[in-house]
């Protein structure tokens, strides 16, 4: 009979092991006395999202070294938020930073709640957030499930139920061993765990703290959880974005609407956006063109192409030089020395890179 998971044993790897990370105190250090800052911790949480620990850094680094404060962030003018937001992706999430830290900052003072349900009740904040700042920051005994630990589970206790429908039997394993001591630490463990050992493709099984309870290792089956339904390709999206350049160099730029993809993002102007998952060869499938003033428009025959969650989106790019006395029918004319490529959402600056250096080939205005 195998032995019972234990998770003491994991502590003691974490003490010896854990990632060190920018918005981490390490074991040693909270074992000191030390604790987290939630409004570190928070912000980690929310740039995780959907994102790698990689890609995460450089952003983190930077929010912090600009608003170091949960009142500082709240106080920043929201576009400067969202540039520097630009690339992570999940525009909601930079939305709902700000509306938090403003709440945080006002309602409460500058101190975040250190319950999940406290925090549960901020914009922005859903039930795993909730449970990683009340764990990790305030050490309260909340069950946290990402995805890292998610795998850990489906292989500890060889849970075969297809992910999604796994969700409440991993989430009920994940509770029946989170500790009443150290539980902050404890659920960084499991992530780190998934995240260097029990990892998605060949996981180290011969190093890990857990191999002798895992029912997955037991059983050779630990490289196959969690099992996952098959996925539905993403359909094909189509549209246009326009590219204009004033002659004193102002760029015409709109901002889409606060609720929605790209929401409150500047942005080049475009058509709808049409889907088309079988075109027909002979067909065109974008939508009709909607340039967004009267202007000698040229496509530059190169698509900009970006990858979003649920779909794949194609733009087909048109460009055109205008003259001081152009009227747009949306959107605004950006001085060029206000203009910054980096505050564009990362699809917008594919648009953008592809229309530069067509305009070498326009006539001038």
Avoid at 30 to 44: C, E, F, H, K, V
């Amino acid at each position: 009979m195998r032995e019972a998971a234990d998770p003491g044993v994991l502590l003691g790897w974490y003490d010896a092991h854990a990632r060190v990370l920018p918005w981490r105190v390490s074991p040693q250090a909270r074992a000191r006395g030390q604790r987290p800052d939630p409004y570190r911790i928070w912000l980690s949480e929310v740039m995780l999202q959907q994102t790698t620990v990689a890609a995460v850094r450089g952003y983190y680094e930077r929010f912090t070294t600009l608003w170091p404060t949960v009142g500082a962030l709240a106080a920043a003018e929201d576009a400067a938020v969202m540039g520097e937001w630009a690339g992570l992706g999940y525009y909601a999430r930079a939305r709902n930073l700000l509306k938090c830290a403003r709440v945080v900052a006002g309602a409460h003072g500058g101190v975040f709640p250190d319950t999940r349900a406290g925090l549960l009740a901020l914009p922005g904040i859903g039930p795993y957030t909730a449970a990683a700042i009340a764990a990790i920051a305030f050490d309260r005994a909340e069950v946290v499930v990402d995805g890292n630990v998610e795998r850990v589970m489906a292989r500890l206790f060889d849970i075969r139920t297809p992910l999604p429908r796994a969700k409440p039997a991993l989430t009920e394993a994940a509770a029946r061993l989170t500790p009443r001591e150290r539980p902050g630490d404890y659920a960084q463990a499991v992530m780190d765990l998934g995240a260097t050992i029990c990892t998605p493709r060949a996981p180290a099984c011969g190093i890990c703290p857990w191999r002798a309870p895992c029912a997955a290792h037991a059983a050779g089956v630990a490289g196959d959880l969690p099992a996952r339904l098959p996925r539905a390709p993403k359909p094909v999206r189509f549209g246009h974005a326009y590219v204009a350049r004033r002659s004193d160099g102002a760029w015409l730029l709109e901002r889409r609407p606060e609720r929605g993809l790209l929401g409150g993002m500047p942005g080049w102007p475009g058509s709808d956006w049409s889907e088309a998952p079988d075109p027909d060869p002979d067909t065109d499938p974008a939508p009709a063109p909607a340039p967004p003033l009267a202007a000698d428009w040229h496509e530059i025959g190169a698509e900009a192409r970006h990858s979003f969650t649920h779909f794949h989106l194609r733009l087909r790019v048109h460009v055109a030089r205008v003259g001081l006395d152009a009227v747009p029918l949306r959107g605004t004319f950006t001085p060029h020395h206000a203009f910054r490529r980096s505050a564009l959402p990362t699809v917008m600056r594919k648009v953008f890179d592809l229309a530069q250096g067509a305009f070498d080939n326009l006539p001038q205005t």
